[in-house]
């Protein structure tokens, strides 16, 4: 008998090992061997019955509750956390590539069932109902893409008529085909869904509203992110579902549209110059079905808030609102505190001047204001609850030191990325002017905000310096304006 050997292909690499009776397992059990027969003239190839992977074989899904939060998404990057849902398909060496439930995509091949999905029966209802309803759009997508763009123009006109949406055309370059934006208003089903302008989750029976892009996905985003874009809406009264939304929040979509419209005609009119309207029109809509007692997972003391990705205190008792606002950082300008410790009491004032100063301020008919950044609350995502317990400690017993009324503001986003309320991002500012000071003007030439992020060779950042300067506020340091 002829010897027979086998050989493993894999890109420039080959590995052969003699066949015996008892031939061992092959070093690379997923690849399929090549098998060379010697016959007295020429070599027979014959390949194993293993099938490679083709483009017509189905892809292997698996669905389950991730078991540490030591994966990540092969998407976004993000990780995964513990005992969250997952959907993974295994590369070419069978390790298994995890992603988020919004990161998966089906692509090319389609699975023609959710039961041939590993998992999916040991699945809860709701998340089965949603791996249904991802399966079906990309269904739904696989079969639009096969039509021509011109029949999709025409589905959506047509879709426009029979549902009676609220519709505008967009601008177009001149000889382009008249494309038509629907906008569609309700609150979120889920907390699955995400801002597609801040990228933030959007939580469950929150308003959200969307348009659809050109696969017929709806982009949703908060109430606040979304923008009408160049052209208006006739009536929001003809927004798909606005019928449906609470009074208040029917208030918040027209006063979103009507801002819009003013913004839009002070620029076509020219009234401001280009360094105000980057001021003006950064319009927060604050709708109260978006207020929530938790931030994400994290449980929030009494008379503190969320609202996107800010938590406030609601109202402290004595504060009064006003046209002169004095606004403070916290952390290096009020109070002295180490990224390396945590706790409620791990702070000491950074001025012994500080509490007289304070309330000498709230005596001259002063509002007290305090805007300050805290990432750990959205970066430790396993330990949230203890960065918001150790910060929002740190304020309530930094307001009771100085016995006096204060308003706050925490910018919970991330120090990478376009969050509006991360200073140096003026957002914290808008919503305080425009949702929480009783509609009075704000005098610019009497307020402040002093802070010590200014930029200086010591300093972390100018970040304080840079939101004073996109707010119009005048700036100190805070050793020169506690008289140190």
Request: charged residues 30%.
């Amino acid at each position: 008998m002829l010897p027979l050997f086998t050989f493993h292909v894999s890109k420039s690499i080959i590995i052969s090992s003699l066949i015996i009776p008892t031939s061992p397992k092959p070093l690379f059990p997923n690849l399929s061997p090549i098998r060379f027969f010697q016959t007295p003239k020429h070599f027979v190839c014959i390949r194993s019955q293993k099938p490679s992977m083709s483009s017509s074989s189905p892809t292997h899904v698996e669905a389950q509750y991730a078991k540490s939060g030591n994966s990540s998404c092969k998407k976004c990057s993000e990780p995964i956390e513990n005992q969250a849902l997952r959907l993974g398909t295994k590369d070419a060496r069978g390790y298994t590539k995890w992603h988020h439930l919004g990161c998966f995509s089906f692509g090319s091949e389609s699975v023609a069932s959710v039961d041939m999905i590993k998992g999916f029966q040991s699945l809860k209802s709701s998340d089965q109902e949603a791996l249904k309803d991802d399966l079906e759009k990309s269904k739904e997508e696989d079969s639009n893409g096969k039509k021509s763009s011109q029949n999709r123009k025409v589905r959506e006109v047509k879709e426009a008529e029979d549902e009676n949406v609220g519709e505008r055309e967009l601008k177009k370059p001149k000889g382009s085909s008249s494309a038509v934006i629907h906008v569609e208003a309700e609150y979120a089903k889920s907390s699955r869904s995400s801002c597609k302008k801040c990228l933030e989750p959007i939580e469950k029976q929150a308003l959200r509203l969307g348009t659809k892009d050109t696969r017929g996905y709806t982009m949703w985003h908060h109430l606040g992110c979304f923008s009408f874009g160049s052209e208006s809406v006739a009536s929001v009264d003809k927004i798909k579902g606005f019928q449906s939304l609470k009074h208040g929040d029917q208030e918040a979509l027209k006063n979103l549209a009507d801002e819009f419209e003013k913004s839009k005609d002070e620029d076509s009119n020219g009234e401001k110059s280009s360094e105000n309207q980057k001021v003006s029109n950064l319009e927060i809509s604050f709708s109260v079905s978006d207020v929530k007692d938790k931030y994400k997972d994290a449980t929030l003391p009494p008379k503190w808030k969320a609202f996107q990705t800010i938590i406030y205190l609601e109202r402290d008792d004595g504060l009064h609102d006003s046209s002169k606002i004095a606004a403070f950082d916290f952390d290096g300008c009020l109070a002295n505190t180490d990224v390396r410790r945590v706790g409620a009491d791990a702070w000491s004032l950074m001025y012994p001047s500080i509490p007289d100063k304070l309330r000498s301020l709230y005596k001259d008919g002063y509002k007290l204001v305090i805007f300050t950044n805290e990432a750990n609350i959205e970066r430790w995502k396993n330990k949230r609850q203890v960065a918001v317990d150790s910060k929002i400690g740190r304020l309530n017993d930094f307001i009771k030191e100085v016995n006096v009324p204060i308003q706050v503001f925490i910018a919970c986003g991330p120090s990478r990325g376009e969050d509006p309320f991360r200073k140096p991002k003026p957002g914290m500012w808008h919503i305080l002017e425009q949702h929480f000071n009783s509609g009075i003007s704000i005098d610019m030439d009497q307020s402040f905000y002093v802070g010590d992020a200014a930029g200086r060779s010591n300093d972390h950042s100018d970040a304080d310096l840079k939101f004073a300067e996109a707010n119009g506020l005048k700036f100190y340091v805070p050793e020169d304006y506690f008289g140190v």
